[in-house]
C-alpha cells in the first residue's frame, strides 16, 4: 500500500513517515504542492493525506486535482485542531477524513486503515 | 470578581509555576517513536534547526508589522512545538495568531509575548533538549 504524505513542516512529515512506515506502508513524501501535484501525475497512490496550509500551491489545491484526476483515491486532510471552517471546506471538495495536528498513533493507524480498507473493497 | 491585588497575586504565582516547570513534555514523542531514541533524536534535531529560524522569522514579520506573516508562522510552528510537548510555547504562539486579527493590536504587545516566547525556548533548548541529546 502506498501513501503520498504532503506536508511542509519537516518535523511533522517525519514523524507521520516514521509511524506509516512502522504500521508497513510505503511512504512517498511531497514538502509542496507543487511537488504532490507532479508526484500524483507520475505515480499510483492508495491514500494520500495533505496538510492544508502549504506554499504556492495550497492543500486545498492539492486535494481538488486528486478528487478531480482520481475520483476513488481516498484524501485525509491534516489541520490544527482550531481550524473547524477549513475542515468544513476541505470536506465540501471531497476529503474523506481529517487527522487534527497534534494526532496521536493509534488514531493515525486507524484513520488510515479504515480509509484503505474501503478503498480496496470498492476497487 | 478578583481585586488588582488577588490578581496580580494569581499572575506571581503562575509565573513562578512556569519558571519552575518543564518546558517540554516528551510523553507525547516518546508514544509516537515507540521508544526508538535515534527517532526521538532525529526530531529534536530538527526542532533545534527548524525552531529558533522560524521565531527569528517571527520576529522579523513583528518588527515590519507583517500581521499575515506572524499569523501564518504562528499557526505552523503551534503543531511543531507540540511534538514535544512545549505547551507553554504553543499558548504563546497561538495567542500571537489570535493577536494578529485585531485591528487595534500594537507592536509591543506582540513583542511582550514573543519575549516570553523566545524566553521559554531558550530554556526548553539549553536546559532540555540539548543535555537529551548529548548526555543521552
Given amino acids: 500500500m502506498r ?19 512502522k504500521d508497513g506502508y510505503e511512504v512517498t513524501a511531497a514538502r509542496t504542492g507543487k511537488e504532490a501535484l507532479e508526484k500524483l501525475k507520475s505515480n499510483t497512490f492508495d491514500l494520500v493525506i495533505t496538510d492544508l496550509m502549504l506554499p504556492f500551491v495550497t492543500g486545498m489545491e492539492v486535494l481538488s486535482f486528486a478528487k ?24 465540501k471538495l471531497g476529503a474523506d477524513d481529517f487527522i487534527a495536528k497534534p494526532f496521536s498513533p493509534g488514531e493515525l493507524t486507524l484513520r488510515v486503515k479504515r480509509l484503505l480498507v474501503r478503498h480496496t473493497a470498492r476497487g | 470578581m478578583h481585586t488588582d491585588k488577588e490578581r496580580e497575586e494569581q499572575d506571581n504565582t503562575s509565573a513562578a509555576q512556569v519558571q519552575l516547570k518543564n518546558v517540554c513534555d516528551f510523553a507525547y514523542i516518546d508514544r509516537m517513536s515507540s521508544g526508538n531514541k535515534d527517532f526521538k533524536k532525529e526530531i529534536i534535531k530538527l526542532y533545534l534547526q527548524q525552531v529558533p529560524e522560524e521565531l527569528l522569522k517571527l520576529q522579523t514579520a513583528i518588527i515590519t508589522g507583517d500581521k499575515a506573516g506572524i499569523k501564518g508562522i504562528a499557526h505552523k510552528l503551534k503543531s511543531s512545538v507540540s511534538l514535544l510537548g512545549a505547551e507553554s510555547v504553543a499558548t504563546r504562539l497561538k495567542a500571537l495568531e489570535l493577536l494578529s486579527a485585531s485591528e487595534t493590536v500594537r507592536t509591543e504587545d506582540f513583542l511582550q509575548i514573543f519575549k516570553e516566547l523566545e524566553e521559554l525556548n531558550d530554556r526548553a533548548i539549553e536546559e532540555e533538549l540539548l543535555p537529551l541529546l548529548y548526555n543521552d
Fill in chain 1, 3 to 21: 501513501i503520498l504524505v504532503v506536508e511542509d513542516d519537516e518535523m511533522i512529515l517525519r514523524t507521520l513517515e516514521f509511524r506509516l512506515k
Fill in chain 1, 68 to 91: 478531480a484526476t482520481f475520483t476513488d483515491l481516498p484524501v485525509i486532510v491534516l489541520s490544527g485542531s482550531d481550524e473547524e471552517g477549513t475542515i468544513m471546506d476541505a470536506f
